[in-house]
């Protein structure tokens, strides 16, 4: 996986007003911010690699890879499931 610095300069958020993917809430008025700002992953050619760095770097807070942290929490829990097997 190319480092930080080499896959952010082509993500799609980079246009795009930081605080749109760091929603106060993922329900009620958060869940349209949400929405739109997964819209941005959703066509951004480095989503993967913004998701694995969210992840390994135990990122809690904000879009990251068209994720939210509670969608990150499963998938976490899932990789420590998948290695305890």
């Not at 749109?20 to 958060?30: A, I, N, V």
């Not at 992953?41 to 694995?52: F, G, I």
Request: negative net charge.
């Amino acid at each position: 996986m190319p480092d930080f610095d080499d896959w952010r300069q082509g993500a799609a958020c980079r246009d795009h007003d930081p605080e749109l993917f760091f929603p106060l809430t993922e329900m009620g008025p958060g869940a349209h911010q949400v929405d739109r700002a997964k819209a941005v992953c959703a066509r951004c050619p480095v989503r993967t690699a913004c998701l694995d760095y969210a992840l390994d770097n135990g990122l809690d807070h904000g879009i990251f890879g068209g994720t939210t942290e509670t969608e990150r929490r499963e998938l976490r829990r899932a990789r420590t499931s998948r290695r305890a097997a």
